[in-house]
């Protein structure tokens, strides 16, 4: 495995966002909506640096194998809070091709959200298939797998304390 970013990277550039989030959002209450599972270590690291009376909801998404329709997003868990009039953030770890966050974008509209914004630890440099806005972005970075920090190779290494890279040996 090759860290690719460290934890005290990754904790300074938490702390920014932690940060430019408590001021965008003064005097506002948000609802932070993490999509589990590779959000949950981004998002409880993220919250304790925002200083603003907050809520949490969780959705937990996956992607139909299939053959009708390959690609497309199943929502496993739906979002229990009354997301109407409500100031959304939807957190996730990575952007990669888009379609989740998209999914989820327009999913959360439909329930009527006042605003939606969101946060991604890390974004991949790449083109996208479909075109979503990163409000709040960790980091960019080379379109290369990734794990730890909640990133996971068939449910392994969300644990890890750094992103890292995979080599052919792990
Ligand atoms: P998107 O819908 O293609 O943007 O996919 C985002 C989801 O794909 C993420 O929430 C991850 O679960 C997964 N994913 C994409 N790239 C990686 C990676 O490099 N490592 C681990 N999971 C990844
Ligand atoms: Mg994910």
Redesign the pocket.
């Known amino acids: 495995m090759k860290i690719l970013i460290d934890r005290n990277k990754i904790e300074k550039r938490v702390k920014e966002l932690g940060k430019e989030i408590t001021a965008d959002y003064k005097d506002k209450n948000p609802v932070f909506v993490g999509?589990l599972?590779?959000?949950f270590i981004f998002l409880a690291d993220l919250v304790r640096n925002v200083n603003l009376d907050v809520e949490f909801d969780f959705v937990v998404?996956s992607?139909y194998k299939g053959k009708k329709s390959p690609g497309m997003?199943i929502l496993e868990r739906e979002v229990l809070t009354d997301l109407s009039s409500r100031d959304v953030i939807l957190v996730?770890?990575?952007?990669?091709?888009?379609?989740?966050?998209?999914?989820l974008v327009n999913h959360i509209r439909e329930k009527g959200a006042k605003s939606i914004k969101t946060c991604i630890l890390?974004s991949?440099r790449k083109k996208?298939?479909?075109s979503?806005k990163a409000d709040y972005v960790g980091f960019e970075i080379e379109d290369?797998?990734?794990?730890g920090y909640g990133?996971?190779?068939n449910q392994r290494y969300r644990n890890l304390p750094f992103v890292g890279l995979m080599d052919e040996k792990d």
């Open positions: 999509i599972k590779g959000a998404v992607l997003i996730d770890e990575i952007l990669d091709t888009g379609k989740t966050l998209d999914f890390l991949k996208r298939e479909v979503v290369k797998f990734v794990v990133l996971d190779y």
